[in-house]
């Protein structure tokens, strides 16, 4: 963690037009007075919204507004109220705590996430920083314009497509995961589709005589069923994964074939 202020936030002063916009280049003009006491805005607390998770290396990744892979940068805030982020800066450099300040009247819902692209096209919608990330280990920096630090870290080389966050979300350490965009921060990969099973082999299909059914899984208990329900084959495996049916006395017709956990399949019988 970045514990030490840059020498840029020792002397501060504020516009007077824009109260709680700190000018962190430690000089002072005509429109600018001393900070003093309660002066300074109220700011965010360190800890309350978080750098959270950051992809500095966006090949096969999310793509911003314009469909271009860039890095991003999640933030999350903890607190159970809004924050606005006003006079908020972001940085990849602590010599410049004040590159980038965010829009005005932007906030962060109460437990909400904020993605920012980083990607230097501020041309492209109002939260795209003028800063990349170097994928081979840079600094992040979060701050407020009264000159403290919210949050930041300087990190190492960065995976392609992995991001770098916090785990638990909002307050854990550092580490690896899977890409989770403007969402909790998990380790485990999670898919909107569900687990497929591997796909049960059937053949041949349609089938005069024997018909052959092969599986990754066990079989388990085999069922063959016509369209009425009926259970016309029925054969235990025990957990072999090839089985062999007799069909040459079925009926021709459609059937419903049920072999343990595997997906159920329609079988044809068709005699010549
Ligand atoms: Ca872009
Ligand atoms: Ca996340």
Redesign the pocket.
Known sequence: MFSVLPAAFTQRYYDINHPGIANFDGTRNPNEKAAASGDAPAGLMAGSVVI??FLAKNVNGETDEVGQHEDWL?L?NNDDIEHSLNGIYLTDDPAKPDKWLFPINTSIAANG?LIIWLDEDPTQGPLHANFKLNNDGEFLMLSNGAGSVIDSLSFGAQRTDT?F?RYP?GTGAFTFMP????????LTVSSMEPEQEPPMLIFPNPASDMLTVESALPLGRIGMFDMLGRELVRRETNGSKTAYLDVKDLPEGLYCLKAGNNAAAIVIVQHR
């Open positions: 959270n998770e999640e999350y996430f991001t966050g979300n890409r989770t965009f403007n969402a909790v921060n998990s």
